[in-house]
């Protein structure tokens, strides 16, 4: 595939127009990071890619994620998310692939996700999550030390009528809503109950030790009503788990805030089993999430990219960059963490044929990492407050940005194998035909 994307300011040396092309057999990776104002035509350009790429490769994929529900391509399959939805996205799908896959790795993510939200778990209500999760998974036949385990094909537990699945987030919520009950009023409850008892009873009777003016009475007295709690903490046992309860859950009010932050998760309505009702014959998929909020934007977009970057690598390894994933505002859904999953498609994806088209309207909040790592860059026109810090990330003049004029005039830098890993941005002026091909 060969896209134009403008020809340069200045003649090349022979004094022929200098056209600056995208080629998918010569650049480096798929990947694009793409700036523009608003007004400056980011969707436009976006739209002239997605048909010039179709034109020439008619197997070409989209995934585009739509922060505002304003991308309007034609042909397109749009699905919208919401709370009111029946369909969504399964953020505790194992993958059986024994490099990124697994249920180590999936906790491990899905924890992250939920870090970079606005209300992050403290220390005790993560820990007690994370052992929630690893007995959830467990009690559905998936074992973390055995790969075997995380295909639905094979299953450990004997003598089970129901098929294998793989658990939901609503699962996760039944689970911790029996583990709570547990605690408060289910099996074991009793013991549990005089245990913490007993803790409090210790540590009150370490505090009298430490004073040597405590009378010998008060102190005989609370030693006894110690022993005689100890003895009902003994009676109340009936699974022999409930000291290990504690030491996995903390406290009854521990596993309540986790119980209720999964509560609030599975209310958001976009995480499902049911998969979102696309036309597989589309090309293009159009993920419309305006009406989520930040937070379960970010986590739905962790989510969604996990499941594509997966799906490639079962598809195996491409020459050329044939699946394009959109994402608009993307500035809001990058990270500085080398295992977020943006990171990992920049540096992993090439050789799945996947590249990410990042557009945002500036630069200032793309780690250094991803912006490197995009070997093509299209910087249609960014507001003059951000041109400093846009110059540094790119490593130009600002005054290269004032040169463009929006819809008319970019800077481009395409890197290709033949050429060098410094290419120069070139002053380009815009094509204006919808005819892409280069």
């Known amino acids: ?73 034609p042909g397109a399959s749009v699905v919208r998310f919401s709370e009111t939805t029946d369909y969504g996205l399964n953020p505790l799908k194992i993958s059986d692939d024994q490099d990124f896959g697994g249920v180590r790795k999936r906790v491990r993510s899905f924890i992250s996700t939920l870090r970079r939200t606005s209300h992050a778990l403290g220390s005790k209500q993560e820990a007690a999550l994370i052992n929630i999760l690893n007995d959830l998974y467990k009690a559905n036949g998936f074992d973390p030390q055995d790969p075997r385990t995380w295909s639905l094909s094979f299953d450990p537990r004997y003598g089970r009528r129901i098929p294998k699945k793989q658990p939901t987030i609503t699962d996760l919520k039944r689970f911790a809503e029996y583990k709570l009950k547990q605690m408060v009023a289910g099996a074991g409850s009793a013991a549990v109950a005089k245990l913490e008892q007993l803790h409090k009873r210790f540590r009150a009777l370490d505090k009298m030790n430490a004073r040597s003016t405590v009378e010998d009475v008060d102190l005989t007295a609370l030693k006894a009503e110690v022993k005689r709690i100890f003895a009902e903490y003994i009676d109340a046992i009936e699974t022999g788990r409930e000291l290990d309860d504690i030491i996995k859950y903390n406290s009854r009010d521990v596993i309540q805030s986790v119980y209720e932050r999964i509560v609030t998760l599975d209310s958001s309505g976009i995480f ?106 299209l910087i249609l026109g960014i507001d003059e407050i951000y041109h400093d810090v846009a110059a540094r990330k790119l490593r130009v003049e600002p005054k290269r940005f004032s040169y463009i004029r929006p819809q008319y005039t970019a800077i481009v830098q395409v890197k290709t194998k033949a050429g060098s890993l410094s290419n120069k941005f070139v002053d380009v002026d815009l094509p204006r035909t919808a005819d892409a091909r280069g």
Not at 41 to 50: E, V
Not at 286 to 315: G, H, P, T
């Open 1 to 73: 595939m060969r896209i134009l994307l403008g020809d340069g300011r200045f003649p090349d040396k022979d004094g022929r127009p200098n056209r600056v092309v995208w080629d998918s057999s010569q650049v480096i990776n798929g990947h694009w990071v793409i700036a523009g104002a608003s007004g400056t035509g980011k969707t436009f350009r976006l739209r002239y890619l997605m048909d010039g790429m179709l034109r020439q490769n008619p197997a070409c994929r989209f995934y585009v994620i739509d922060v505002h529900g304003d991308i309007q391509i």
């Open 272 to 377: 499902k089993a049911t998969p979102p009702p696309f036309d597989p014959k589309a090309s293009i998929w159009n993920y419309d999430i305006r009406s989520l909020n930040k937070d379960e934007q970010q986590m739905f977009v962790d989510v969604l990219l996990e499941d594509l970057f997966m799906d490639a690598k079962a598809r195996g390894e491409r020459s050329e960059p044939d699946t394009f994933i959109i994402i608009d505002e993307a500035h809001k859904f990058v990270s500085e963490d080398d295992e977020h999953i943006i990171n990992i498609i920049a540096k992993e994806a090439r050789k799945f044929g996947v590249g990410l088209i990042l557009a945002s309207q500036s630069l200032s909040h793309f780690p250094e990492d991803i912006i490197s790592n995009a070997s093509t860059k």
